[in-house]
C-alpha cells in the first residue's frame, strides 16, 4: 500500500515559479504511472500532468502544457513538478497520484494535497 506525501507548495508572485514533489513509501512506484492532479475551491479536479512507469512517457493537461514539466525520480520513489510561468488561475491545492496500468491510469494512491497560491 503505497503512501503519498507532497511538499513543495506556497505562495508565489505570477510569472514565477514553483517546483512541488511528491514521495512515496509502503513501495516502490518504479511500476507505476505518476501524476498530478489540482483542484481549486469551487471547481471539479482537474487533470495537470502524467508520466509512464515504462517509457516515461509524459501528459500534459491544456492548460499547463509549455508551462509545467513532470518529472520521476524511481530511485528516490517521487515525483515532481516544475511550474513555470505561474498564472493566479493555477492556484490550487496540488494532489499526486499513483496509477495502474496505462495511461490515462487506473488512480490507485493519493496524497493528501499541497497548496500553491499564485498572487497577482
Known amino acids: 500500500q503505497l503512501q503519498l506525501v507532497e511538499s513543495g507548495g506556497g505562495l508565489v508572485q505570477a510569472g514565477g515559479s514553483l517546483r512541488v514533489s511528491c514521495v512515496a513509501s509502503?513501495?516502490?512506484?518504479?511500476?507505476?504511472?505518476l501524476g498530478w492532479f489540482r483542484q481549486a475551491p469551487g471547481k471539479e479536479r482537474e487533470f495537470v500532468a502524467a508520466?509512464?512507469?515504462?517509457?516515461?512517457?509524459?501528459y500534459y493537461g491544456d492548460s499547463v502544457k509549455g508551462r509545467f514539466i513532470i518529472s520521476r525520480d524511481n530511485a528516490k520513489n517521487t515525483v515532481s513538478l516544475q511550474m513555470n510561468s505561474l498564472k493566479p488561475e493555477d492556484t490550487a491545492i496540488y494532489y499526486c497520484?499513483?496509477?495502474?496500468?496505462?495511461?490515462?491510469?487506473?488512480?490507485?494512491?493519493w496524497g493528501q494535497g499541497t497548496q500553491v497560491t499564485v498572487s497577482s
Open positions: 497520484a499513483a496509477g495502474s496500468g496505462s495511461y490515462p491510469f487506473e488512480w490507485n494512491y
Open positions: 509502503g513501495g516502490t512506484v518504479s511500476t507505476y504511472g
Open positions: 508520466i509512464s512507469w515504462t517509457t516515461w512517457r509524459t
